[in-house]
Nanobody, 123 residues
Framework: QVQLEESGGGLVQAGGSLRLSCAAS????????MGWFRQAPGKEREFVAG????????YYADSVKGRFTISRDNAKNAVYLHMNSLKPEDTAVYYC????????????????WGQGTQVTVSS
């Protein structure tokens, strides 16, 4: 069984920090892109941050550039999202996912979604 499980979310004041973790089980994903996505109430799921198979390239949505950092530990089959200078508009359920098709960083090219972890940023 392939499963991704997100953790690390919580309630934080604006300007605070959180570290999200994504643990993969059932299969190794060291040779695939990994990404973080988020979905706020009433909105489409959107790309937040991505990392290539060897960890040498990272990509971010404009809204989080300079504030969020994605990393991966292939030995642990895990991916992380360090979130700094959080803003109320960052409030969403955050999901990690693994590449299932080549192409853009859009959600349709990723899969094995977990349950997500809630991030709430108060003003």
């Amino acid at each position: 069984q392939v499963q991704l499980e997100e953790s690390g979310g919580g309630l934080v004041q604006a300007g605070g920090s959180l570290r999200l973790s994504c643990a993969a089980s059932g299969r190794t994903f060291s040779n695939y892109r990994m990404g973080w996505f988020r979905q706020a109430p009433g909105k489409e799921r959107e790309f937040v941050a991505g990392i290539v198979w060897n960890g040498g390239g990272t990509y971010y949505a404009d809204s989080v550039k300079g504030r969020f950092t994605i990393s991966r530990d292939n030995a642990k089959n895990a991916v992380y999202l360090h979130m700094n200078s959080l803003k109320p508009e960052d409030t969403a359920v955050y999901y990690c996912a693994v590449e299932i098709a080549p192409g853009s960083w859009g959600p349709r090219n990723f899969g094995y979604w977990g349950q997500g972890t809630q991030v709430t940023v108060s003003s």
